[in-house]
C-alpha cells in the first residue's frame, strides 16, 4: 500500500496560482490530489504532522491547518493509537479523465430544453458598445453623479435597521408612490402605489410577466422586429413567441388576430415602436383592448423610453385605456437613469398582485434596499424631474444634428427616419444590402450602430439602428461622416 512517506511531497509552487497560495492550501491540494488520483488509496497511513513538518521544512501548525481542512472535508480520519489514514476513494475515472470534459460547454450536458434554446438564441445583451452611435444607452457623462452619490451616502451612512433587511416584495413604499405619481402625471397611468412592483430592470418585469400568465406552449406574440431580451424572457417560460410584422403605426392588431388566432398574450410598444421608431394610432391601442377582452388575453405594454418625447408631452399609456385590467404596463429607469442601475417596475392589475408577488419573491426576494431608497429620495427632491428636462433638451438637440447631418452625408447610402421620441433614428439601406455587413463595416471604423436584423424573426427591410443617447453633440457630425466612408 502506498504511503504519504513515500510520495514526493514537494510545496515548490509549480504555476503563478501556487505561488499566490498560503503553503497549507498548498499542501492541502497537494494531498487531495493525491488522493483523487489513487497514488494515496484508502487506508494509507499519513505520517505525524511533526515528521511532514520536517520533512517539507514547515511549520507544523500549517502542516496541522491543511489535514484539518481534509479531515472536515472527509479524505482523511484520525483515530488514537492509529494515526492519520486516508478514507476518501480516488474519483472514479469518468470524473478523472480529462477527456470526459466536453468540447462545447453544453455538448451532452443534461440540461434542459428551455436552457439549451436560451443559450442558442443571439444574445441581445452583448456588452453594451460605448462607441458612437451605439443605441441603448443615455448620456452617462451627463448624469448628476454628484448628487446621485451624496443621496446614496445618506442612505447608507446611517441605515435605518429597516433598509437592511428585505422589507416587501413589491418594493419601498416612498418609491412606489413616487413612480405612481410620475406615471398618472406624465402618462395617464391609471394605478395605485400598491399595484406597483419594483423589479430589477424591465427585462425582470418581462420574465415575470411570462412566467405569471403563460403556460408552457402558450403563443405570446411579439412585434416584428423587437427587443430581443423580450424572446428571451417568453423562450424562459416555456412559451412560444410569434411575431407580428409591424408598421408605421407599429403593432397591428388586426393582422395579429388573423395570423395567431390561437394566442394568449400581445407584448407591444405602442408610445415608440422598438427598434423601428412608429406610434401606434388610438383605434389600433382600443381595438387591442378589444381583442384582450374577448379572448380572455393580456396585453404586456412596454414603455421603455417615452420619457423622452421632443414634438410635445409624452404619450398617454395604452394601459389608461383598459377598464378591463388586461394590460401589464412596464417601464424602466435604465434610459433616464442609467441601465446599470437595474431597476423599474411594473404596474400589475390589483387581482393579479398576490401571483405576482409570489412568483417576485421565488425569484430573488426583492430589489436593493439602497438604490431603491436613494432613488425615492432622487425623485422626492425634484432631482429626476429636472434631470429628465435637461436630458430632454439634449437629445431633442442630438436628433436634430443627427438627421441634418444625415441630410448632408449619407444621401444614396442611408435613409434615416427618427419617430419623435427616444435616443435612437434609423437608417435604411437599400433593400438588397445586408445590414450585418453594413454595420460590421461601421465597427471596423470605430462606431456601433446596430443592425436591425438581430431584432427581427423574419426577413425585412435591412437597416442600422443609430444610437444619439450617448454620442455628444460636438462628435455627430464627425460619426456620420465617418459612417459613410464605412458604407461606402
Ligand atoms: C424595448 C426594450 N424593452 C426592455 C428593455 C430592457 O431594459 P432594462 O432591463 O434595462 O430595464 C430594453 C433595453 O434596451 C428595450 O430596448
Same mark, same amino acid.
Given at each position: 500500500?502506498?504511503?504519504?512517506?513515500?510520495?514526493?511531497?514537494?510545496?515548490?509552487?509549480?504555476?503563478?496560482?501556487?505561488?499566490? #497560495?498560503?503553503?497549507?492550501?498548498?499542501?492541502?491540494?497537494?494531498?487531495?490530489?493525491?488522493? @483523487?488520483?489513487?497514488?494515496?488509496?484508502?487506508?494509507?497511513?499519513?505520517?505525524?504532522?511533526?515528521?511532514?513538518?520536517? $520533512? #517539507?521544512?514547515?511549520?507544523?501548525?500549517?502542516?496541522?491547518?491543511?489535514?484539518?481542512?481534509? #479531515?472536515?472535508?472527509?479524505?482523511?480520519?484520525? =483515530?488514537?493509537?492509529?494515526?492519520?489514514?486516508?478514507?476518501? =476513494?480516488?474519483?472514479?475515472?469518468?470524473?478523472a479523465a480529462r477527456e470526459a470534459i466536453p468540447q462545447s460547454p453544453l455538448q451532452g450536458r443534461a440540461i434542459s430544453r428551455r436552457a439549451r434554446e436560451l443559450a442558442e438564441l443571439e444574445s441581445p445583451f452583448g456588452r453594451a458598445s460605448l462607441l458612437p452611435l451605439a443605441p441603448g444607452l443615455p448620456d452617462l457623462d451627463a448624469f448628476p453623479h454628484r448628487e446621485w452619490s451624496r443621496l446614496l451616502a445618506r442612505r447608507w451612512r446611517r441605515p435605518s435597521r429597516n433598509l437592511m433587511v428585505p422589507q416587501d416584495a413589491a418594493g419601498h413604499p416612498d418609491l412606489r408612490a413616487a413612480i405612481a405619481e410620475h406615471l398618472g402625471r406624465t402618462r395617464a397611468v391609471r394605478c395605485t402605489p400598491d399595484q406597483i412592483i419594483l423589479v430589477a430592470g424591465s427585462q425582470q418585469g418581462l420574465d415575470l410577466t411570462a412566467r405569471v400568465l403563460l403556460d408552457p406552449g402558450d403563443q405570446a406574440m411579439i412585434e416584428d422586429p423587437c427587443?430581443? *431580451?423580450?424572446? *428571451?424572457?417568453?423562450?424562459?417560460?416555456?412559451? $412560444?413567441?410569434?411575431?407580428?410584422?409591424?408598421?408605421?403605426?407599429? @403593432?397591428?392588431?388586426?393582422?395579429?388576430?388573423?395570423?395567431?388566432?390561437?394566442?394568449?398574450?400581445?407584448?407591444?410598444?405602442?408610445?415608440? $415602436? @422598438?427598434?423601428?421608431?412608429?406610434? #401606434?394610432?388610438?383605434?389600433? =391601442?382600443?381595438a387591442l383592448i378589444d381583442w384582450a377582452n374577448r379572448r380572455g388575453g393580456w396585453i404586456v405594454e412596454d414603455d421603455y423610453d417615452s420619457d423622452f418625447r421632443y414634438a410635445g408631452a409624452p404619450l398617454a399609456a395604452l394601459q389608461g385605456l383598459d377598464s378591463g385590467n388586461r394590460t401589464i404596463y412596464c417601464g424602466t429607469f435604465s434610459k433616464s437613469m442609467f441601465p446599470s442601475l437595474r431597476l423599474g417596475w411594473l404596474v400589475v392589475p390589483e387581482d393579479l398582485l398576490p401571483a405576482f408577488l409570489a412568483v417576485r419573491r421565488m425569484a430573488d426576494v426583492a430589489p436593493s434596499a439602497l438604490t431603491q431608497s436613494a432613488m425615492a429620495d432622487f425623485m422626492a427632491e425634484g432631482l429626476f424631474a429636472a434631470h429628465l428636462r435637461r436630458m430632454r433638451s439634449l437629445y431633442a438637440e442630438r436628433r436634430l444634428i443627427l438627421l441634418q447631418a444625415a441630410g448632408r452625408h449619407l444621401k444614396g447610402l442611408l435613409e434615416v427616419t427618427s419617430g419623435d421620441a427616444g435616443t435612437h433614428a434609423i437608417g435604411w439601406l437599400v433593400p438588397e444590402a445586408d445590414d450585418r455587413v453594413a454595420a460590421s463595416a461601421a465597427e471596423a471604423h470605430g462606431l456601433a450602430p446596430s443592425p436591425l436584423s438581430r431584432y427581427r424573426m423574419n426577413p425585412g427591410s435591412p437597416g442600422l439602428i443609430i444610437g444619439y443617447g450617448n454620442t455628444a453633440s460636438t462628435m455627430i457630425e464627425t460619426a456620420i461622416l465617418t459612417l459613410a466612408r464605412a458604407l461606402r
Open positions: 500500500m502506498p504511503r504519504a512517506a513515500d510520495l514526493p511531497l514537494t510545496l515548490t509552487p509549480l504555476t503563478s496560482e501556487d505561488a499566490a #497560495m498560503p503553503l497549507h492550501r498548498r499542501l492541502y491540494f497537494i494531498l487531495r490530489a493525491a488522493i @483523487f488520483d489513487g497514488r494515496l488509496t484508502v487506508g494509507a497511513r499519513l505520517p505525524s504532522s511533526r515528521a511532514m513538518a520536517h $520533512q #517539507m521544512g514547515i511549520s507544523r501548525n500549517t502542516v496541522l491547518t491543511a489535514l484539518d481542512q481534509l #479531515m472536515a472535508e472527509g479524505f482523511i480520519e484520525s =483515530r488514537q493509537g492509529s494515526g492519520t489514514r486516508v478514507v476518501a =476513494r480516488p474519483l472514479p475515472p469518468s470524473l427587443y430581443g *431580451g423580450l424572446k *428571451g424572457a417568453l423562450h424562459a417560460a416555456g412559451a $412560444q413567441p410569434v411575431p407580428v410584422r409591424v408598421d408605421d403605426g407599429g @403593432f397591428d392588431p388586426e393582422l395579429a388576430q388573423r395570423l395567431w388566432p390561437e394566442a394568449r398574450l400581445a407584448c407591444v410598444t405602442p408610445s415608440h $415602436q @422598438f427598434p423601428s421608431g412608429g406610434t #401606434m394610432p388610438l383605434e389600433r =391601442r382600443l
